[in-house]
């Protein structure tokens, strides 16, 4: 049985931790992750819950769990507080690819191996890093245009279709990557396809509204729309549904329970399936492995199938 124990950091990064201990001391690793920004979405919320179980359930496992609330200054300092700490591993959820880079360097010199977890730093951090842990996001972008395309060849547009992006937090490594994947393969496998236009949603279903909202007035002919994530995507579907502008085809990636609701409706064409509660258990099987000695490979990427209305019964219904 595990202790709970609510903790206060240092006061450079003055916000709580949760550390969950095991009895096993003598063995345990501690082990601190800092995420990106728990109270954003119900995925990142979700795998900070499924974290907490997972190393609840391992006895060989002490974990700081910190959240650094989307600022780049404050995981920073999560990062050297945990480095002062002398844990034996530090998780990290980049709130920003570049940014956090001398941060995981200073982990690096300090002979503790950083494990990136769902969203990738920047490669100039590549040689500070042990492993990354995670979707392949560019992969999930070519995957999620595949899907468009296709949709449009059933629909015999695909010679003429105009579709718009909404992407996620500009200069977060998997926005970029899902939006390059994206806009590398749709000319590949529907060169006639227009993308007309790309707005950053920050991974947020209001903003998304918002800027479909901005495209729908701006743009009477809009057969399609990309979103970074499901639920930007269904901001933008509640606000062409607001406006009674029907039959644009919408696409996401990291298939959220909203998603899968409105895909079930009808109204929501596909997605990216991807498990929160996957990607954290990987993280910390990841850490486990690295300084158990085992051989981890440097991109330990996850699948992420391919989800639309025609599979979706083969696929339970997302937790968040």
């Given at each position: ?118 969203s990738n730093i ?67 496998v529907c060169p ?52 009674g502008r029907e ?74």
């Amino acid at each position: 049985m595990k202790n709970w124990i609510f903790a206060s950091t240092t006061v450079t990064t003055a916000i709580a931790g949760l550390i969950i201990a095991g009895t096993a001391a003598a063995d345990t690793y501690k082990i601190g992750i800092t995420q990106n920004n728990v109270g954003v979405d119900s995925y990142q919320t979700t795998y900070e819950k499924a974290f907490i179980a997972a190393a609840e359930k391992n006895d060989n496992v002490e974990a700081v769990v910190l959240d650094a609330g989307g600022d780049v200054a404050r995981q920073i300092a999560q990062v050297e507080d945990l480095i002062q700490q002398k844990v034996d591993a530090i998780i990290i959820w980049p709130t920003n690819g570049k940014a956090v880079i001398p941060a995981v360097r200073k982990a690096h010199q300090a002979h503790i191996p950083v494990v990136v977890t769902n969203s990738n730093i920047s490669k100039e951090g590549f040689d500070f890093v042990a492993s990354f842990s995670g979707p392949d996001n560019i992969t999930q972008g070519l995957r999620a245009a595949e899907i468009m395309c296709d949709k449009f060849k059933d629909m015999g547009i695909e010679k003429e279709a105009k579709i718009l992006q909404i992407s996620g937090q500009p200069g977060y490594t998997t926005a970029i990557e899902r939006a390059k994947g994206f806009e590398d393969r749709l000319p590949e496998v529907c060169p006639n396809v227009d993308l007309v236009e790309t707005q950053p949603g920050d991974w947020n279903r209001e903003k998304a509204q918002k800027v479909m909202e901005a495209f729908l007035v701006k743009y009477d002919d809009i057969d399609g729309v990309y979103a970074g994530d499901d639920n930007m995507g269904v901001g933008a579907l509640n606000a062409a549904k607001a406006a009674g502008r029907e039959g644009i085809i919408f696409v996401g990636a990291t298939n959220f329970a909203v998603g899968y609701e409105a895909m079930g409706k009808g109204e929501y064409w596909g997605s990216i399936y991807q498990s929160p509660v996957d990607d954290a258990e990987a993280a910390l099987k990841t850490a486990l492995d690295i300084l158990n000695g085992k051989d981890v490979p440097f991109l330990n990427y996850f699948d992420t199938p391919k989800i639309t209305q025609d599979n979706m019964g083969k696929f339970t219904k997302p937790v968040f």
